[in-house]
C-alpha cells in the first residue's frame, strides 16, 4: 500500500470512526458530561448503569456517569448512578476494581458473581452437543458468554431502575472490533466514543483517577487458560500504534496492515443487524 492509499484510509477509518482530536482533556470531560446529561433527560429515564472493572475506561467513564446524575438531579431528583461489579468467581485484580469505585464514589453498587450463570451455558451448550475444536476454542467462547452475561445483569439492573446502560468502546477499541458483540459491545450510550485510548488516559489524569489506574496494563481477561492477558498481546499490536494510525501520524507498515485488517474483518461488529432491501 502506497503512503497516500494509507492515509487516505486512515483519514476515512478515523472519519468512520468519529475520532475526536479537536478538544482538550477539559472540553472533552465537559463535552461528554453534558452528552450523557443530556441523553438522561431525552430517553426519561432517571438511571445509569455500567459494570465497573477496574480499568482505565470504565473507571473514567463511571466517573462521568456519577457526575452526570448529579448533574441533572435539578430536573430528576431521583437520578442514580449504578456501578456493578461482575466478577467471574474471584477476580485476580479485585484490588484495583476496589480502588476505582472508591475513586468513582457512585451512588449505589452492587456485586453481582456472573460464574454460575456462565457455567450453566456453557454447560448447557455442552450437554446440548456443542463441541469445540480444543481447550482454547472452549476457552474463547466461554470468554464471550461471560461478556454477554454481565450485560444480561446490566440491562437487568437497568430495567428495574429505568436506566440506561452506559458503554465503555472507544476508538481504539472500536477499529479493532476488540469487544463481544452483544456483550460489551451492547449499550444505550458510549461516552467514550471516537477517542485513543492515549486520551482518555488524559481525561483520567485531568479527573483525578489514581496513577496506578492510569497506567494500569489493559486486560479484556476473558480468557481463562490465559488471565490477565494483555490486551496488546491479545491484538498483536500496541495501543501506540493503534492511536497514531487513527490520529493520521506514521505508523509501522505491519502494524497498519494487522490495523486495517482488523477493522475490515470486524466490521459486522459495528453494524446493525443487515435486513433484505
Known sequence: MSTESLSNEQRAIADALGVDTRRGAEEQVEHRLRFLAQAMRDSGQHALVLGISGGIDSTVAGRLSQRAVEAVRGTLPDARFWALRLPYGTQQDDDEASRALDFIAPDEILTIDIKPASDAMLDALEQGGLRFRDDAHRDFVMGNIKARQRMIAQYAVAGTHGGLVVGTD????AVMGFFTKFGDGACDVTPL????????????SHLGVPQRLVDKVPTADLESLRPQRSDEDALGVSYAAIDRFLTGEPVEPQDARIIIDAYRRTEHKRRLPKAPE
Open 170 to 173: 472507544q476508538a481504539a477499541e
Open 193 to 204: 466514543a471516537g477517542l485513543t485510548k492515549h486520551q482518555v488516559r488524559e481525561m483520567a
